[in-house]
């Protein structure tokens, strides 16, 4: 890849900062536009990156010129409107987790992206990231024989705000679309789908999952156990259990960490990784190398593994009897 990738980012807060902080360290990538409903914090945003263009509302990013791909980092409830927008306007996404609420919206997309032929791709960091990678390396050498079970939690305690996006029901909140949905992204990753889904949940006072945890089946004995909660501090690790030994994710799993192999009767053998980004280039290095390929989806992260764990949280969420507003309409 020799030519300057432009991206553009809607939604300009927290994880936005991180993408853009990334992509000021991948090579032959920039921050070229970045759209707002405030184009003050547009402006402050752009000043900040070094971006061309600020924007003022989320529809002007679709006249921005010489845009590569735009990156969608509004809240959960806005991923699927602004995605169907880019996609409409012929300009390749990469699409914040989780990909929409739900899978009718999940499918919706996928068919507008085959419809006007555009590249489509969930921003599921933890996919490209070198601890993950290797995993599925180890796994797929034999490195701990068969695989039996996943176990894996995410967890922190969120101060209480009713109206902030972990809270708010209009704002798809909860623990399992936000951190739930890693160690249900591992499960179906290592495992595939399940046969049997079993949950439970504490429902808070504004109506969203605050703690949730999830059992998975497989009809030839697998199984995995999940945990996801915005009410306590937990170890966020994650295992791999297989017949000769495990995969350990060491602790805040989900984003660069280490990672050990753990036999039966040796002592672990420790992985470190040298990474110098937060780890959102990853996943800009992968839409990247596709738009480069003239793909118009990953395979390592293909638009059937997004609809698949959709319908995971979907399925999930029909165990706790979480509906969000905008579903009853």
Same mark, same amino acid.
């Given at each position: ?60 990013? %679709? @006249?921005? /010129? $010489? ?9 959960? !409830? *806005?991923?699927? &409107?602004?995605?169907? +927008? ?104 290592? %495992? @595939?789908? /399940? $046969? ?9 006072? !504004? *109506?969203?999952? &605050?703690?949730?945890? +999830? ?105 706790? @009897? ?8």
């Amino acid at each position: 890849m020799t030519k300057t990738f432009n991206w553009g980012i809607i939604g300009p807060g927290r994880i936005a900062h991180k993408f853009a902080q990334d992509i000021g360290h991948t090579e032959h990538a920039r921050l070229h536009a970045v759209a707002s409903r405030s184009e003050d914090r547009a402006r402050s945003f752009a000043g900040q990156y070094g971006a061309s263009y600020a924007f003022g509302s989320y529809e002007e990013i %679709l @006249g921005c /010129p $010489d845009l590569d791909a735009v990156y969608i980092a509004s809240p959960h !409830t *806005g991923h699927y &409107e602004h995605t169907l +927008m880019c996609l409409r306007a012929g300009l390749p996404v990469l699409c914040e987790k989780p990909f929409a609420l739900n899978a009718n919206q999940v499918r919706e997309m996928i068919a507008t992206a085959r419809e006007h032929d555009t590249f489509l791709m969930e921003a599921l960091w933890t996919r490209f990231l070198p601890t993950t990678l290797k995993a599925l390396e180890l796994i797929g050498n034999g490195a701990i024989g068969q695989v039996l079970a996943v176990k894996a939690d995410f967890g922190f305690r969120a101060p209480f705000d009713p109206q902030g996006r972990l809270y708010n029901p209009q704002l798809g909140g909860g623990s399992l679309l936000d951190i739930g949905i890693y160690p249900v992204f591992l499960a179906l990753l290592v %495992l @595939g789908y /399940p $046969d049997t889904i079993k949950a439970l949940a504490h429902i808070g006072t !504004t *109506g969203v999952d &605050e703690e949730c945890g +999830m059992l998975f089946r497989y009809s030839d004995g697998r199984m995995a156990h999940l945990h996801s909660t915005i009410r306590a501090r937990t170890k966020t690790e994650a295992f791999i259990y297989g017949e000769e030994g495990a995969i350990h994710l060491h602790t805040r799993w989900h984003e660069p960490t280490s990672m050990s192999l753990v036999s039966n009767e040796g002592r672990p053998l420790d992985f470190h990784f040298d990474w110098k980004t937060n780890g959102y280039s990853y996943e800009a290095q992968e839409v990247m190398r596709c738009l480069s390929s003239g793909l118009k989806e990953s395979p390592a992260m293909p638009l059937r593994f997004s609809l698949s764990l959709i319908a995971l949280l979907d399925a999930i969420r029909a165990e706790i @009897g979480l509906v969000y507003p905008e579903e009853s309409e």
